[in-house]
């Protein structure tokens, strides 16, 4: 089943997933698919930020307060980069 995604939805980290910090950057690994996968610093930050139960909408407003940028830009490479953790098993609904 497929996971909706809306900005109420609340996300954690998957089981599935491993994770190690290189020089700042995370680099994780799909435990049931053995995929390995490597964050920028912004998807390293987001990363840093499902460590705790967090809904999309709050993730996407921590990260504007953070980032310079257009708000209605980081709302929606946010909710990109979050469906792309959810279909490769690295994250779920929390």
């Not at 490479?77 to 779920?92: G, S």
Request: contains cysteine; glycine residues 8%.
């Amino acid at each position: 089943m497929t996971l909706t995604l809306s900005p109420e939805t609340r996300l954690s980290v998957s089981p599935d997933a491993i994770m190690s910090d290189v020089d700042g950057e995370i680099v994780l690994i799909c435990v049931t698919s053995g995929r390995y996968f490597g964050l920028d610093g912004v998807g390293s930050e987001i990363w840093r930020r499902l460590q705790s139960p967090i809904s999309i909408a709050d993730l996407t407003a921590a990260l504007q307060a953070h980032f310079k940028g257009d708000g209605a830009t980081i709302e929606r490479e946010t909710m990109d980069f979050v469906a792309k953790l959810v279909d490769r098993n690295l994250v779920t609904s929390a």
